[in-house]
């Protein structure tokens, strides 16, 4: 590229990241496209719907809005499988992935003008900055408005849902060494399902939980229950007291016998060591080199909010590339027309052929969520929530365009 055409894309940065500081959620792609325009470049940005099965684009002014792209059976929907770019078959389109981090956004539509460099190596690599300054953009101004969320829903979300929706990390976070994934549903009409993470050092926390119920008290449940454990946790508390701080806020606010299943586990990358604590909740399952070799069964504590036991810490030896699964009984107790339970072979079965296709691990989530709603074929009858943890450099950069 020639010096003027680099000087050109370097002020087309500056020019978005000086604008973003005042922006509304509304402003962001016309804001974009005013910028792009400078290159003899339109762009047009699409969000991933929040059940992750179509690409929505975001409107923009005096311009016809496309139609949705589906995951599945779209070029875009490609583009945001594999966090791969691709062109398009007349080459004058480019479509880049667009995440935040590592957490899968959407994909970006480049559209070159007569008068526009080629969309060549350099070219798409300067596109794929400006699709992860667009994805940092629009997590940081989503929250002042609601425009950007509209965009992602296909239908009304319910308050138990919004309710947990916002206290809930992002889908996707990776380092160097480790890429951790989650998917929950029914997202629209959640209830006691939620996930937490937290990478520190060589030190990996993930927990998966399960309120009792359904609907808002549930998710009210979840929330203080995650919100308990973040604060033991960050307070440089072990398992067992994180365990006991859930115990005693469920005790406290919400008496007559709730509790919520749980598992708590933290790795420790440096050693390999799994230790981990499973308060009335499914087995994770460890998955190594594409194949299921264990269930961890061991770690067994009444549910959180029950108590009357000590916690027992259990631990496991991981080795370099290791996958694990967390998942909620939604999974597995899923019932075909015929009642038929999805259960733990098909789940081992649908992970083993996911991981033998090398995709990112959040692609891999996606896949068994919807392996999971064939299975049932219908409306859902409990949350369902996953989260796969991969203990490897390759996963790391399979989350990255």
Known sequence: MEP????????????????????????????????????????????????????????????RTPEPAGLDDSLPGRVFRGIKT??????TDLWVPMVNGTDRLGVIKFTFGDDADAPGELTRRRCETMA???????????????????????????????L?????????????????SAILEP??????????????????????????????????????????????????????????????????????????TAVLAELNMDT??????????????????GHVVRELTAGRRLPLGLGGVPDKI???????????????????????????LFGVQRLADHAERHAAAGLPAAETLRRLARAVAAHQDGPARDDATMLLAEWSPDAARRSVP
Not at 166 to 178: D, W
Not at 198 to 209: N, Y
Request: hydrophobic share 40%; with cysteine.
């Open 86 to 91: 691709l062109p398009a078959p007349d080459g």
């Open 132 to 162: 992860g300054l667009a994805g940092h953009l629009i997590t940081v101004t989503a929250p002042k408005g609601d425009f950007l969320l509209q965009v992602r829903r296909s239908r009304p979300m319910s308050t138990g849902g919004e």
């Open 187 to 260: 997202c629209y009409d959640v209830g006691g399902d939620g996930f937490d993470y937290a990478i520190d050092g060589p030190m990996a926390r993930l927990v998966v939980l399960d309120a009792v119920g359904r609907g808002l008290r549930a998710a009210t449940i979840c929330t203080v229950v995650m919100a308990s454990i973040r604060a033991a946790r960050r307070t440089g508390q072990d398992l067992s007291a994180q365990a006991r701080a859930a115990d005693r806020v469920i005790a406290e606010q919400f008496p007559g016998g709730s509790f919520a």
């Open 314 to 340: 259990a631990e496991q030896r991981m080795e370099p590339g290791d996958r694990l699964l967390l998942y909620t009984d939604g999974i597995t107790e899923a019932r075909d027309p015929a009642c038929e």
């Open 272 to 289: 390999g060591i799994l230790r981990y604590t499973n308060a009335g909740h499914p087995a994770p399952l460890v998955l190594r080199s």
């Open 4 to 63: 003027n055409a680099e000087r050109q894309w370097l002020d087309a940065l500056s020019d978005l990241l000086n604008r973003s500081h005042l922006f509304q959620p509304d402003q962001l792609a016309d804001a974009l496209g005013a910028t792009m325009a400078g290159l003899d470049i339109s762009t047009t940005i699409y969000l991933v719907d929040d059940e992750q099965r179509a690409l929505h684009p975001i409107p923009q002014e005096d311009l």
């Open 164 to 180: 947990l929706s916002h206290q809930l990390p992002p889908l996707t976070a990776s380092c160097e060494r480790l890429s951790v």
